[in-house]
């Protein structure tokens, strides 16, 4: 008999936990005692703002912050970010709890949180969306502070998050004197990729300032097959790339501290990235059907660039507090591309000339009230907006020729969204801590495109929501929270527009045009989250958490055949509201050290996180018939150790997520194969102010495969992948 989610959960759990059932029975239920310059009876802060006004004499650990805190939320503090001596942010992400990447191992991808695809994972840095096209691959681990995963939304955080909240957190201001440097070279397929940075934490006068500036430099080829398969053809192209990307990064904090306690903080920011890559194809022998061309060969050029300065300014009001923020930014994103295809169906070898430049402006603005209220309770309340603008030109010629008068990807576009909303967070016993909030959101967007109209779309949401943290004695570190919340996922500016791209190449099912639809409403989506958490005293914890969503107005982009004006047909891809869906999953994790479990063991620090998801669309028949790009579950087991009496520290983590395969529509699926990453790392302490640094990533390389399948086409795709090595020298200066 096939086992519900629930069986599966339970046994899942019983897998990963069942060895440590002795653990946690053996853990003594009593506090540990605080520190001395603690109080002797703490309650644990009912906010962040009750935490800002608590006198503490030690800060407080990753764990013990996220045990403290009402919603449910994973903290990932410099530690934890600096083992493994990563490069990106997602190769750092890729190995926490429910987060896995789209792409190929070892080239970052897409970050997702319980297996949901695009949009549902709200990424924010230093509490703001990240907008203008910044891609987080851009920021060196180093100018990171802290990792925060909320499972379930907030009123202060925002309600866009139906999977969850991953909040990047950049470094502080001055917390102490800092001058470090970082020099990293890694090696992918005999190509060498350098990387390096500095950050400087000091004060000047009555400034304190932060800066991390970063370069890197990417060299990488690139090799896949894809075959394309239907009634007529059946056909192998084979497809090669070299490609080089250089880019900087500079972040900064400057902070003032005011006599009367007020603050204000001024943190530019600069990106800038160039790159260019060449590629050819060329068809296998023995081919079947009619060729689109013999073999291809092709160059791009590259830039993208942002200028981005947001500001803060936080002091008394009343007898409360008052946050201020506003910034403003621009990005620019430059491409300019050649392709020839010899022998083409076109006749001759024609010459394939896109450019295309993209401008975004944008503002915010917010403000915050705190007020501590009689009975342990924290009001919180807020209003924020922001205003985005972007201006898209773009020109394909063939030959110097148009490609075509009734296709183009010109447009402007710009979006405006208002929030409010309101929090209180309160102790209601010893037992129970409770946090209530509502928040409203509603956004405008307005956008003309090739087909000359201008188009505007208007929604707004309400979302209340409800978080409680039960402790079965109030000096126990076991725990159980549960979440009632309702949350969303807005379309893409980009879905929005009236306008239709035209396909690279030979329009079919499965390269087809792509188009906007201005009448596209947001999802909603009513969730629960019931989790149990046991705190172990050496620091480690163990939890199991539950989650279910169920989604309206799902979002899904569907290829049809779209007949033409001259009598001809082209096959569209085009998003489009489908229905309702269901999700749910269990999420598991245990950090601990083993001699926790085995007095005499070594001092080796264990790491494990499982997850098991499930979906479903209503309007789709199955089976497969699930959320797209979502899969069966993921799993993370990883060590640390310190060896004794040695400057020697090693480690490794094991990820693996299973291949699935999604049923989109009556004739439409897709298939993701498995993937199986193996990280190891070497630190060797040379002094108290110099380490070096040997990691790989990706230790035993495979081939990616996905396929794409529209009524009697499939195309299917072959990725290498290749192990990243990488040797760093960390130095404080």
Known sequence: MRLSLLGQSLAAAGLLISPLCSLAQSTPTATPAPPASAPAQTAPPASPTVQQIQINGNKLSDVEERRRSTAAKIIVGRDEIEKFGDSTVGDLLKRLPGVTLSGTPGRGGNIRMRGLGGGYTQILLDGERVQGGLSLDSIDPDQIERIEILRAPTAETGARAI?????????????????????????????????????????????????????????????????????????????????????????????????????????????????????????????????????SSSKTDSEFSLARVNSQWRGRAGEGSLELKAGVGQSRNLSHSWTTEFDSEQGGDPLEDDRSQGVERTGNASAKYSLLLENDHSLVTGFESEYARRNQTSQQLTNGVPATADYGDDYLANSLRLAGYAQDEWNISPQWAAYAGLRWEGIRTQSQGSDDVNHSNLSSVWTPLLHAVYKFDPKSRDQIRISLTRSYRSPDLS????????????????????????????????????????????????????????????????????????????????????????????????????????ADAPAVDLRSNASLYQSRVDGVPGPDNRLSQQAAGSLNLGADYKIPHTPVTVGGNVNWTPGYRTRLSENQWALQSPKRVVDLYGLYQISPNARVRLSASNLDPREVETASTVGDETATTLSRSYINWALQLEMKL
């Not at 060498?192 to 890197?216: C, H, I, K």
């Not at 990488?220 to 059946?234: C, G, I, K, L, M």
């Not at 909603?524 to 149990?532: F, H, I, K, P, Q």
């Open 495 to 598: 879905d929005l527009i009236g306008t239709t791209w035209l396909a690279k190449g030979t329009n079919s099912e499965t390269n087809p045009d792509k188009a906007g639809n201005p009448n596209l409403k947001p999802e909603l989506a009513t969730g629960v989250d019931l989790a149990y958490e046991v705190y172990l005293d050496d620091g480690g914890m163990l939890s199991a958490n539950l989650f279910a969503r169920r989604i309206s107005n799902l979002m899904r982009t569907l290829t049809t055949a779209v007949p033409q004006g001259d009598g001809s047909t082209r096959w569209v891809a085009r998003p489009q509201n489908i229905g309702n869906a269901s999700t749910q999953g269990i999420e598991l994790e245990a950090k601990f050290r083993l001699t926790t479990l085995w």
């Open 163 to 295: 999977a969850g909240t991953i909040n990047i957190i950049t470094r502080d201001g001055f917390t102490k004197r800092r001058n470090d440097v970082r020099a990293s070279i890694g090696l992918e397929n005999g190509r060498v990729q350098p990387r390096a940075s500095w950050s400087r934490e000091d004060t000047l006068g009555p400034m304190n300032y932060n800066v991390t500036l970063s370069a890197f430099r990417f060299d990488r080829a690139d090799a896949s097959q894809v075959r394309t398969v239907n009634d007529t053809d059946d056909r192998t192209e084979d497809k090669r790339s070299n490609s080089t990307r250089n880019g900087v990064h500079l972040g900064s904090k400057f902070q003032w501290k005011f006599e009367d306690g007020d603050t204000l903080m001024l943190m530019p920011m600069l990106v800038y990235s160039s790159g260019s890559s060449h590629g050819d194809s060329s068809f296998e022998p023995g081919a079947l059907g009619t060729l689109p061309y013999s073999a």
